[in-house]
């Protein structure tokens, strides 16, 4: 096994997924995390569709290394019933997704051909 320095991590993506049922609960979320983090990160589309890799419709929230700890913990505690897909961004997008990804809440299959 080849290990890798923490320093290859560029920056870090969120992914929160929800679905009709759960879409105004993930728009709340959506409102707290702009209340709460601000400029400090950046909150991508919301996707009522599935989009790239994704199984189900979501939004990207993006953010530093610097800010994993803080972010990956606010999201651990606020997620409610939605799940959040996490990963690191090294410049190698499967990798990322495949082998790297972290989950609050529920995992699901990602789309990976849509990354090949």
Do not use: C
């Not at 879409?23 to 995390?33: F, K, T």
């Not at 530093?64 to 997620?79: E, K």
């Amino acid at each position: 096994m080849t290990f890798r320095d923490a320093s290859a991590i560029e920056s870090w993506h969120a992914h929160v997924y929800f679905d009709a049922a759960s879409r105004d609960a993930a728009w709340a979320l959506r409102e707290q995390i702009a209340a709460h983090w601000g400029e400090q990160l950046q909150i991508g589309r919301f996707h009522e569709r599935p989009v790239g890799p994704h199984p189900q419709w979501s939004y990207q929230l993006a953010f530093t290394q610097a800010q994993f700890a803080d972010m990956v913990g606010w999201l651990t505690l606020n997620h409610g019933a939605l799940d959040v897909f996490l990963h690191p961004n090294t410049g190698d997008a499967l990798r990322d997704h495949r082998d790297a990804a972290v989950w609050i809440g529920h995992s699901h299959e990602l789309l990976l051909k849509a990354l090949m």
